[in-house]
Structure formats: C-alpha cells, structure tokens
C-alpha cells in the first residue's frame, strides 16, 4: 500500500493565483481530512470528509474549497491565493469509528509570494 | 487557551535519558493520539489509546482520562528519537484537536 500520497511536495504561487493539491490513499478509509501546519500552532483542520460525496468544514475554511467524488480521493483546491495561506498542508486518512488510528500524507509546503 | 496542551514546549536530554512529555486537556475525551513527526517533515502515529498504558519498544505513552492527562515517556533515549511530538484528542465526535507538539534534541 502507498497510504495517504500528496502533491505536489513543494509549490511557489503568486497572490491571486489558484492552485489544488491532490491527496489520496489506498487504504478505503472513509474518513480524510486536510490540515494545515504554521510555526507555533498546532495542526488546525481545514475541512474534512466522512465518505464520498461527504464534505464539511473544519476550524480555517475560509479560503479552501474541497471536493469528494471518490473514497481514494480528497483534493483542496486554494480559489485565490493569499500571503497568508503559507504553510504546510497535511493530508491524512482514518476508517470510520470515533478512535481509529490516522494516517498522514508526506506534506505539501506551499509558499504565497 | 488551547484545549489540549503540551509541556515542554522544547526538550533537550543528552543520549540514554529518560524523557517525559506530557499533555493535558480541557474536556472529557474518548480517546487520545501520540505522534511523531520527523525532521523532513512526516508524521506517523505513535500510539493512540483510550484508557492505561501502551509500550512500543523504548516509547511508553499512559492516560489518565480521570485527570485529563497522558505522558509519553522515552527509555534509554538516542539522537534518532529526535522529532517533535504532538498529543491530539477526540474532543468532540471524530475531530482530532491538536497540541503544539514539543520538539525534543538528543544530544549523543
């Protein structure tokens, strides 16, 4: 199994620009999220979904859109970048159930100039 | 203030220490993550547990859900454990909430 897979690694936008980062896991795990990561905080969930065609929001939406048209798939897409959506954004999956372990993506650092 | 927090926030031991991290929460939980994350970035769960003790290896995580607390504790530590490490409850539902993580140095 390749687990939870994300790209790209790393991503250089301008303000202003879109851009979706793929995530996606081989496991049929119902349960994906997206997260992101910024120096002194802790992972912060961005959205999240609970099955194919499934999506809800997390704590930092805004800005973030999410689709799930398939279980292995779970993609963010980033409408008009801003400075401030520098980071580094995680990926990761579960099976369904309230304690089941939870598997992370490699990461993507995306850097907004 | 968060509702899970970790202590310390930076750890430095010299090899073959024992290393404490602990992390405590605001709310009742159902269950509690310890993972790891390297210095290239990835992250791997560690443990993840509801009530007592688990043991992998050199690595001991414990839960006290009367107390809202857990600790990791690291035997004989060596510079390969250096990583930070981050505590994350299932405050409510199925969301995790996330601790700041403390990074740990082991100094050979």
């Known amino acids: 199994n390749a687990g939870v897979t994300q790209t790209p690694k790393f991503q250089v936008l301008k303000t202003g620009q879109s851009m979706t980062l793929q995530c996606a896991q081989d496991m049929n795990h119902e349960y994906m999220s997206w997260y992101r990561q910024d120096p002194g905080m802790g992972l912060r969930l961005i959205h999240y979904s609970v099955g194919a065609g499934i999506t809800d929001q997390g704590e930092v939406p805004n800005g973030y859109n999410v689709s799930r048209s398939t279980t292995e798939d779970f993609p963010l897409r980033l409408l008009s970048a801003a400075p401030s959506q520098t980071s580094v954004y995680f990926c990761?999956?579960?099976?369904?159930?309230?304690?089941?372990?939870?598997?992370f993506g490699p990461g993507t650092r995306l850097l907004v100039l | 203030k968060n509702e899970v927090e970790q202590s310390p926030q930076n750890l430095t031991a010299q090899e073959g220490e024992f290393i404490t991290i602990n992390c405590s929460y605001s709310?009742?939980?159902?269950?509690l993550h310890w993972l790891q994350q390297h210095p290239g970035g990835g992250i791997v769960s560690l443990f993840m547990?509801?009530?007592g003790k688990k043991k992998h290896g050199r690595l001991i995580a414990t839960i006290n859900i009367q107390e809202k607390h857990s600790s990791l504790h690291i035997t004989a530590s060596h510079p390969r454990d250096s990583a930070v490490y981050i505590c994350a409850a299932f405050l409510s539902g199925s969301r995790l909430t996330f601790g700041e993580g403390t990074q740990l140095t082991v100094n050979p």
């Open positions: 709310v009742g939980i159902s269950a």
């Open positions: 990761a999956s579960r099976a369904s159930g309230g304690q089941e372990t939870q598997y």
């Open positions: 547990l509801s009530s």
